[in-house]
Structure formats: structure tokens, C-alpha cells
């Protein structure tokens, strides 16, 4: 291992102890558990089988964004790579490492416009994320009349105009035409950057002429983003807390942007510290929201427990000789 990703490493581990130990050291993780076991098994069962649901429906958007229409991944291609994927968003950095492996999974597995498979991971998640922000946002016009609402504006609407920025900036063709010329003039690695530039380029013409299928995808983004929400509204539910579901949609819609960001595994501290802070804001304790915390993480972790069983399938198919994988 480089000395770069030593100290990258060691920087992440550090962070991970150090909020960690603040969660620790903020609440009493008592008093966590126990909010935790109050939660029936019925109701994870229910969520497990909503999680399904929304998988389903992110695979669709993914389809919907894919620049390569030469069909060479089916839909249950699509869903097997986006199952195999979620084990490993629970041991890679920030709460979307899976993203990773889905792309290194994609590459091996289409033979042609490999460029452009990868760009719709991309895009993928940049219009999950934006959709996201967006819905958080308009969410704040219907929750409770809290005292402190003034984070909650501030941080979305920050959030929000730099996507939209990046939207801008991405699609800008004499910023795209000008990295390109740079790259090639740096030779070897160079080349490489160019050559994926000039895919984003023809992904973004390709979006720039298929609005309806950008279109289509935020749609599917809805009610997949709703399905979560509404989860993280039935576990608060049932912890105790009263707070509305408009609030509880502007509360993850933070935090699983911040959350997105590769510092921590899976998130982990940052997640907790997050909603620590954000549930405050509703007079809710430190223990009763990392339990919340502590349940939505539980729900990830089946997703990923049922992402196994997919790995296994996949190997069981490459040793049959099977062609579909």
C-alpha cells in the first residue's frame, strides 16, 4: 500500500474513533439499546421488504440514465449488480462505497461502452443526491413551526445551489472542450482522462437529447426517496418521537448527503453526530436519535446480509458456466 493511501487510511480510522468516541461520550449508549429493542421484528421485516422495493426502483432510474442502449445488461442483470453492490456499502467509505463496486462489477461485465456504463453510475447517483436535496427542500415548506428552523434552510439551500452548479458546470460544453484539449496534451495518463471526458461528452449530449428519460428518472426518485423517508418515519414513530413525516423528510434528506461523503465506513459517527444535531433542533434526545440512527443502519445491514446471498448465486453461476453474470 502507497504511503498516500496509508495516511488516507489512517486520517479515516482516526476520524471514525474520534466521533465515535463523541457519540460514546454524548450519550448514554444504555439507554440507545434499550430505545432499540423496542422495535419489533415485524416492523424490520416490513422495512426489509420496502428496502426491496426501493432497490427495484433505483434500478429502473439506472436504466433509465445508461447512454449505452445496446442492451447488454437485462434488468435482472441491472438488479443482481445492485444487490452484489450493497454488502459493500457497509464496509467502504461514506454510505454510497457501493457505488464502487457496482462500477468495477459493471466494467468486467459489459464487453463494449464501458465509458458510458460507468457515466450512468455516475449520473445515477448525482440525480438520487439532487433529487434528494430537492425534495428535502420542498419539504421545509410543510414542517412543524420549530424555534430553530434556520439550519435546516440554510444547510439544504447550500446544498441545493451547488448541485445546481455542478449540473451547469458539468454540461458546459467549452469547459468540457477545453479539459479535453488539456488532457491531451499530458500523454499516457493523459489520454486515459481524455478518452473519459469524451464519454461524459457524449453522455451529456446524450442526456441533452433524451431530456424525458432524465426526466423519468427523477420521477422514479420519488417515490423511491419516499419509501426511505417514510421508513425513517416509522421507526421514529415507534421509538417514541413526535415529529411529523415532512420533518422526518428534511431531516435524512441531510443526512444522507452528508452521510455520502467517503470519511467514515458506511458513515458510521457521522451519521450519529448528524442526526444528534438535527433532532435536537426538535427537542429530541441524543439516545433516542442514534437509536434511530442505529435502527436505519440495522435495515442497511439486511439489504447487505440479502446482497450476499446474490454474491454467492453469481459465483454459483460462473462455475456452472452460466453466461449471465
Same mark, same amino acid.
Not at 504511503?3 to 474520534?18: C, D, E, G
Not at 436505519?296 to 448465486?313: D, E, K, N, S
Given at each position: +500500500?502507497?504511503?498516500?493511501?496509508?495516511?488516507?487510511?489512517?486520517?479515516?480510522?482516526?476520524f471514525?474513533?474520534?466521533?465515535?468516541?463523541?457519540?460514546?461520550?454524548?450519550?448514554?449508549?444504555?439507554g440507545?439499546?434499550?430505545?432499540?429493542k423496542?422495535?419489533p421484528?415485524?416492523?424490520?421485516a416490513l422495512?426489509l421488504?420496502?428496502?426491496?422495493?426501493?432497490?427495484?426502483?433505483?434500478?429502473?432510474?439506472?436504466?433509465?440514465?445508461?447512454? !449505452?442502449?445496446?442492451?447488454?445488461l437485462?434488468f435482472?442483470q441491472?438488479?443482481?449488480?445492485?444487490?452484489?453492490?450493497k454488502?459493500?456499502?457497509?464496509?467502504?467509505?461514506g454510505?454510497?462505497?457501493?457505488d464502487?463496486?457496482?462500477? #468495477?462489477?459493471?466494467?468486467?461485465?459489459?464487453?463494449?461502452?464501458?465509458?458510458?456504463?460507468?457515466?450512468?453510475?455516475?449520473? !445515477? &447517483?448525482f440525480?438520487?443526491?439532487?433529487s434528494?436535496l430537492?425534495?428535502g *427542500?420542498?419539504a421545509l415548506?410543510?414542517i412543524?413551526?420549530?424555534?430553530e428552523?434556520?439550519?435546516?434552510?440554510?444547510?439544504?439551500?447550500i446544498?441545493?445551489?451547488? *448541485?445546481?452548479?455542478?449540473?451547469?458546470?458539468?454540461?458546459n460544453?467549452?469547459l468540457?472542450?477545453a479539459?479535453?484539449?488539456?488532457?491531451e496534451k499530458?500523454?499516457g495518463?493523459?489520454?486515459?482522462?481524455?478518452?473519459?471526458?469524451?464519454?461524459w461528452?457524449q453522455? #451529456?449530449r446524450y442526456f441533452?437529447?433524451?431530456?424525458?428519460r432524465?426526466f423519468?428518472a427523477f420521477?422514479?426518485?420519488?417515490?423511491a426517496?419516499?419509501?426511505? *423517508?417514510?421508513?425513517?418515519?416509522l421507526l421514529?414513530?415507534?421509538?417514541g418521537?413526535?415529529?411529523?413525516?415532512?420533518? +422526518?423528510? $428534511?431531516?435524512?434528506?441531510? #443526512?444522507? %448527503?452528508?452521510?455520502?461523503?467517503?470519511?467514515?465506513?458506511s458513515?458510521?459517527?457521522? &451519521?450519529?453526530?448528524?442526526?444528534?444535531?438535527?433532532?435536537?433542533?426538535?427537542?429530541v434526545?441524543?439516545?433516542?436519535?442514534? $437509536?434511530?440512527? %442505529?435502527?436505519?443502519?440495522?435495515?442497511a445491514?439486511m439489504?447487505g446480509? #440479502?446482497?450476499?446471498?446474490?454474491?454467492?448465486?453469481a459465483?454459483?453461476?460462473?462455475?456452472?458456466?452460466?453466461?449471465d453474470?
Amino acid at each position: +500500500m502507497k504511503t498516500s493511501n496509508k495516511q488516507v487510511l489512517l486520517a479515516r480510522t482516526a476520524f471514525l474513533a474520534v466521533t465515535l468516541l463523541l457519540v460514546a461520550w454524548i450519550v448514554d449508549l444504555e439507554g440507545v439499546f434499550s430505545a432499540v429493542k423496542t422495535v419489533p421484528a415485524w416492523l424490520y421485516a416490513l422495512l426489509l421488504i420496502l428496502a426491496l422495493v426501493r432497490v427495484q426502483l433505483t434500478v429502473v432510474r439506472w436504466m433509465l440514465l445508461n447512454p !449505452d442502449r445496446s442492451g447488454q445488461l437485462s434488468f435482472w442483470q441491472y438488479f443482481r449488480l445492485t444487490m452484489i453492490s450493497k454488502p459493500f456499502n457497509l464496509i467502504l467509505p461514506g454510505a454510497l462505497g457501493g457505488d464502487f463496486a457496482r462500477s #468495477v462489477l459493471t466494467w468486467k461485465q459489459v464487453t463494449s461502452h464501458r465509458g458510458q456504463n460507468l457515466i450512468a453510475i455516475m449520473a !445515477d &447517483r448525482f440525480v438520487g443526491l439532487f433529487s434528494i436535496l430537492l425534495l428535502g *427542500f420542498f419539504a421545509l415548506f410543510f414542517i412543524e413551526p420549530i424555534p430553530e428552523r434556520h439550519p435546516l434552510w440554510y444547510l439544504l439551500g447550500i446544498l441545493l445551489l451547488g *448541485f445546481v452548479a455542478t449540473t451547469m458546470l458539468a454540461g458546459n460544453q467549452g469547459l468540457i472542450d477545453a479539459l479535453r484539449r488539456r488532457f491531451e496534451k499530458w500523454g499516457g495518463m493523459g489520454l486515459l482522462l481524455a478518452k473519459a471526458v469524451l464519454a461524459w461528452n457524449q453522455s #451529456v449530449r446524450y442526456f441533452k437529447g433524451h431530456r424525458q428519460r432524465v426526466f423519468a428518472a427523477f420521477l422514479i426518485s420519488i417515490p423511491a426517496h419516499a419509501i426511505s *423517508f417514510y421508513s425513517a418515519y416509522l421507526l421514529a414513530i415507534e421509538l417514541g418521537m413526535t415529529i411529523s413525516f415532512y420533518d +422526518m423528510c $428534511a431531516v435524512f434528506s441531510l #443526512v444522507w %448527503v452528508i452521510t455520502a461523503i467517503p470519511v467514515t465506513i458506511s458513515g458510521l459517527g457521522v &451519521r450519529e453526530i448528524s442526526l444528534i444535531y438535527l433532532m435536537s433542533l426538535y427537542g429530541v434526545s441524543g439516545e433516542l436519535a442514534t $437509536a434511530l440512527s %442505529v435502527c436505519v443502519y440495522l435495515i442497511a445491514v439486511m439489504i447487505g446480509c #440479502v446482497g450476499i446471498g446474490f454474491i454467492f448465486l453469481a459465483k454459483s453461476n460462473r462455475s456452472e458456466g452460466a453466461t449471465d453474470y
